[in-house]
């Protein structure tokens, strides 16, 4: 017997029914959609105060066999209508399908394939593509997972033909103690190599309770290292400590290329190498009470001003889900840009009187002092307000927020975002 445990919409399900596979109907379904109207004036080069209201549609569907082995169907993707001045979104996309595929999974769960637009994640490997993926253990406590496809990051100037994207990884572990894993990625472009990474990731338990976790990459396209990025978690009484450490080598971590789709590909051509540094500190000694610290820092190969960031912060909570905090930080280094102070306060508030129309508050205020004159304006303000209600015992949800900034670049800004989440689910209680 099926029990449904959300409530649900006639009007929507029937309008989903075409995503979902014949065979599914029966089955485990889940239904996630929303609904985001945005509001907010910017300028072009053609036009002064243009009214921006897109209105986003995200949508999840999954169906089949979604908590048990075997069979299911995993979607999710999102739509734009643009409400306000049609022309600000002339050149974006209007949609996009960001995975659907086809997942088994055997009845021991060591083993699992998915067929179809997929994520994959592993090591040096985070990738959007049109495939196939398999993965298991080979032997106990020996896991390999492949996958090859389409590259979906790839333009498609000269077609998709020579377009390749396919890769692994290979991790062992020991069940609670430690897990060493190699992955390896290759990415083709019109028949050609276009980015080649190999990675090494690992998590071990070290006497004393430290956890040390980390990643290393390298670019076989460069022959050199991407990143480096590590970091161990240990307590001192009630002290949780958590120093790391990363670096990156832009001309090895970014791909240069003209098709590449990383915004971030100009930073391959500086030659600059980053170094960061740091740690947090917690404390929960006091009931309701959390104390914390950071501190990190910066040091540049090309850019020789290297900068440092430290802050201090209290939060705290109340026994359902309320919290209130504040941070106060400080950022100093050799360049004028890298100094300022920061004030930060926050809430989430659901412990709401029952006779007032909402079910919790949320804010953001965030102000920053440069200690100079930026655009003949030397510091700057965010705020952020919102606040909700859940519906149908938790299945409707609405949101509201609108924000206000005021810093070098924009004299006044303000915005407003409406979120429609609506959420439909049932269970296959069937034995």
Not at 181 to 192: G, L, P, Q
Not at 349 to 366: A, K, Q, R
Request: aromatic letters at 12%; charged letters at 25%.
């Amino acid at each position: 017997m099926n029990r449904i445990v959300r409530p649900h919409l006639a009007c929507a399900v029937l309008s989903l029914s075409l995503l979902i596979p014949s065979w599914s109907r029966a089955a485990e379904i889940n239904i996630v959609s929303d609904s985001l109207l945005r509001s907010y004036e910017r300028d072009t080069s053609a036009k002064t105060n243009i009214a921006v209201m897109p209105l986003y549609e995200f949508l999840q569907v999954e169906s089949g066999s979604l908590t048990k082995p075997g069979l299911s169907f995993h979607a999710y993707g999102w739509g734009r209508s643009d409400l306000g001045d049609r022309a600000f979104f002339t050149d974006n996309e209007s949609g996009e399908l960001l995975y659907g595929y086809f997942e088994y999974t055997s009845d021991h769960r060591d083993f699992n394939t998915r067929l179809g637009r997929q994520n994959i994640f592993g090591g040096p490997t985070n990738e959007v593509v049109d495939g196939v993926s398999l993965g298991g253990e080979i032997v106990p406590n020996l896991g390999l997972m492949v996958f090859g496809g389409l590259p979906v990051s790839l333009t498609e100037e000269n077609g998709v033909g020579g377009d390749l994207a396919y890769g692994g990884k290979l991790s062992y572990s020991f069940p609670g103690k430690h897990r060493l894993a190699v992955s390896y990625r290759m990415i083709e472009s019109n028949s050609t190599r276009d980015d080649e990474v190999v990675g090494l990731d690992l998590f071990l338990v070290l006497p004393k309770d430290v956890d040390l976790s980390g990643m290393s990459t390298r670019s076989l396209v460069t022959d050199d290292w991407r990143e480096h990025l590590y970091e161990a978690r240990f307590s001192l009484d009630e002290v949780v400590v958590r120093p790391y450490f990363q670096q990156l080598q832009y001309a090895d971590l970014f791909n240069s290329n003209t098709n590449s789709a990383n915004p971030f590909r100009y930073l391959a051509g500086t030659g600059e190498k980053l170094a960061t540094a740091g740690f947090d500190l917690s404390w929960m000694g006091m009931e309701g009470w959390e104390f914390g610290a950071k501190s990190k820092y910066h040091s540049f190969s090309v850019r020789t001003d290297d900068a440092y960031y430290v802050s201090a912060l209290a939060t705290w909570h109340s026994e359902e889900m309320s919290m209130v905090g504040i941070e106060a930080g400080v950022m100093d280094g050799d360049d004028p840009r890298d100094e300022y102070l920061l004030a930060r306060l926050f809430c989430y508030w659901d412990e709401i009187p029952f006779s007032l129309p909402i079910g919790f508050v949320t804010g953001d205020l965030i102000y920053a002092d440069y200690g100079r004159q930026i655009n003949n304006k030397g510091d700057s303000l965010f705020l952020s307000v919102g606040g909700g209600k859940k519906f149908l015992d938790g299945a409707l949800e609405v949101k509201l927020a609108g924000d206000y900034a005021s810093d070098p670049y924009y004299k006044e800004d303000y915005r407003s975002t409406l979120v429609v989440t609506y959420r439909y689910a049932v269970i296959n209680e069937d034995e």
